[in-house]
């Protein structure tokens, strides 16, 4: 029994401890339950809800009523469902389910694994459901969205009995105006608990409440900002939206709590309040390199790191800076900047003959009106090739906009691609919205797997590339538009032609050029590639490969390509120590390694189990199960301490005052 296991046992102990104390003595089960918890359940009484009653009202709704919460909730479940699916393919096979629930706790989306789904559907867990806590007691939807803060509800935690099953975790998140709009979930059996699901649901909401915010702010500008040079551009950085000239619309959560703002404070004013310089300024800046980070002074003192995003207005709108110069730093230069900082058609050149090929190819017809059709399997590198396009072209300066086509439902595609108009449907912004073609205006518009494309929205979009202009939705005056087209696909098209799926005329129109990416297997130059990764995911880090683990690389056969190689570069790296700079097999998932000879992994439990315990082991206090289980985890990885510290989930300073060294 591992130290997990342990962990775990002990954690469904306490909560029988708790049952016992809270429903059969009326006792408040202080030290045995999370004051969180504690406070549901007293709720969840005071609603008269029973313990050991299925739920109260958990049927289902009509088929009718969810077709339109798909509808109402449509713009939510668009942004929603790619990150589900990414998180969904990090713990694929291992019995978890992911769920979107809006407001009122209304499961709108689910995605997960054949074998939970059944066990999940015997309580309701399922799109149509309500989980609201009311309905149905203590439970990570719930729970999460009565206290608007991220909870995990583990086995008998929850109130009533039959969801005593499951294990739980679950993030609200907001809108830009901070109020909670939906809650993600994961759940799993109860038996199967792991520490890392509540970072990854946290991460999720924390996706979506970006994408929304960014989505919703799309016409704007949006000032991205970070007390850290690094952290601008990432998940953790701050978002302003700000007007052309000045005001501040809205500020993120993360934004506002760098600085140190209430909501109502900070969208009272202008940008030069916030940042002490004019909104001018910062387009100046961004003028003289798009990609450009920037240090500014707060009027408090604090120095934060900037850039600006957005369409940036024409030079005589532009507000022009009258503030007296301020004491600002140069700008921040990365290890990497200059050789990979802005992705281009020559930093995608690593050594690779048919990579090169396509590289060739597609910098002959740079600045020509000529469309360009990649192709090749999914995660080859597709979308960071139409970057490259675009950044090595005329147009670098002017939007880069995609759309996947296969990643939005269908009835939600058109108002996507073309716009609307206010009013134009149910649920639609009484402004009306730019589509995805309009907010490519001057630059590229990039249309991932458009071989998914409905066939009713072929014959528009052939109209908007024969006309040059567009009309959204519920209007009826036509937009004139200029944009260079980019589409890609792993489908091959001329056989979707032939059945029929795809228009012959669209065909010829988007195939003006036509490059094929090679499958991440095929390719001649994966060590540079997985060190051109690593420089950009580990800026300022000298991290290097250890052999074997560039031995495990090579030998891989990489399914997932290259957004499988992103992926595990960047958990190697986030499992890294800060005085560490190899990264080697004890980073590396399990599948990297099973193609390794056995000889050749050293250190490492593949299976990733920790050593079960002596006999003598499993008696005695926690405390001395839990030092037994971490003597022993040691002994199995050879004395090193990193290692037994990643495979008991903690850090080494825990591991160390474990071991009584400090």
């Excluded at 730093?329 to 200059?338: H, I, K, V």
């Excluded at 499988?564 to 499992?575: E, S, T």
């Amino acid at each position: 029994m591992g130290q997990l296991s342990a962990t775990v046992e002990a954690r469904a102990l306490r909560s029988q401890q708790a049952r016992e104390a809270f429903f059969n003595r009326g006792e408040a089960p202080h030290g045995l339950l999370e004051r969180v918890l504690l406070r549901s359940w007293e709720r969840c009484r005071m609603a008269g809800l029973e313990v050991n009653v299925a739920s109260r009202n958990c049927e289902l709704i009509e088929a009718e009523k969810l077709k339109l919460a798909h509808e109402q909730y449509g713009t939510l479940i668009a942004h929603s469902s790619s990150i589900m699916a990414h998180v969904y393919e990090q713990i694929r096979h291992s019995g978890s389910l992911v769920l979107l629930a809006n407001a009122e706790g209304l499961v709108l989306h689910s995605i997960g694994d054949a074998d939970f789904i059944d066990r999940a559907e015997q309580v309701a867990l399922q799109p149509g459901a309500h989980w609201e806590e009311g309905r149905r007691g203590t439970n990570a939807i719930g729970t999460a969205l009565s206290e608007r803060s991220a909870i995990e509800v583990v086995g008998a935690e929850h109130f009533l009995e039959c969801n005593g099953l499951l294990t739980c975790s679950a993030a609200p998140f907001v809108d830009s105006h901070g109020d909670v709009i939906g809650v993600l979930n994961i759940s799993g059996d109860a038996r199967g608990y792991q520490r890392h699901t509540m970072g990854l649901a946290r991460m999720m909401a924390s996706l979506v409440e970006k994408r929304l915010f960014e989505s919703e702010y799309a016409r704007e500008l949006l000032v991205c900002f970070h007390s850290k040079p690094e952290y601008v551009g990432s998940l953790g950085e701050g978002l302003a939206a700000v007007a052309q000239d000045g005001r501040i619309l809205a500020i993120n959560a993360i934004g506002l709590e760098i600085l140190g703002l209430r909501r109502d404070e900070a969208t009272r004013g202008h940008c030069a309040m916030l940042f002490d310089a004019s909104i001018g300024t910062l387009i100046d800046r961004a003028r003289q390199d798009y990609q450009a980070i920037s240090s500014f002074a707060l009027l408090n003192g604090q120095q934060l790191f900037v850039r600006l995003r957005g369409n940036l207005p024409p030079q005589a709108m532009a507000m022009r800076s009258t503030d007296r110069p301020t004491a600002r730093s140069a700008r921040p230069r990365s290890p990497t900047e200059g050789e990979a900082a802005t992705l281009t058609l020559d930093s995608l050149a690593t050594g690779d003959a048919r990579l090169q090929l396509a590289i060739d190819r597609a910098r002959r017809v740079l600045g020509r009106d000529i469309p360009i059709l990649i192709q090749g399997e999914s995660g080859a590198g597709k979308e960071m090739f139409a970057k490259a396009i675009h950044n090595s072209g005329l147009r670098s300066a002017a939007p880069f906009v995609a759309l996947n086509c296969a990643a939005i439902p269908e009835n939600l595609i058109e108002s996507e691609l073309f716009g609307y108009q206010g009013g134009a449907f149910t649920g639609a912004r009484k402004e009306g919205a730019a589509g995805k073609i309009q907010q490519a205006h001057g630059g590229t518009l990039f249309l991932d797997e458009i071989g998914d494309m409905p066939l009713t929205l072929q014959a528009r979009l052939l109209r908007v590339l024969q006309e040059r202009s567009v009309t959204p939705l519920g209007g009826n005056r036509s937009i004139a538009v200029d944009i260079s087209l980019v589409c890609a696909t792993h489908r091959r098209l001329k056989d979707e032609v032939a059945s029929r799926r795809f228009r012959e005329d669209l065909y010829y129109r988007i195939n003006g050029l036509s490059v094929t990416l090679p499958a991440l297997r095929e390719r001649t130059d994966l060590r540079q590639l997985v060190d051109t990764l690593i420089r950009t995911e580990a800026v300022g880090r000298p991290i290097t490969v250890s052999a074997i683990a560039h031995e495990a690389f090579a030998r891989y056969a990489w399914p997932g390509n290259i957004r499988q190689l992103c992926n595990v570069i960047r958990v190697a790296i986030a499992l890294l120590d800060d005085d560490e700079e190899v990264i080697t097999e004890a980073q590396l998932p399990e599948e990297l390694l099973e193609k390794l000879p056995e000889a050749m992994v050293s250190g490492i439990n593949i299976s990733a189990l920790t050593p079960q315990p002596h006999a003598d082991e499993t008696t005695g206090s926690l405390d001395e199960i839990e030092r037994g289980v971490v003597r022993r985890t040691l002994e199995a990885q050879g004395g090193n301490i990193s290692a037994a510290a990643r495979l008991l989930g903690v850090s080494r300073n825990t591991l160390y005052r474990k071991l009584g060294r400090l």
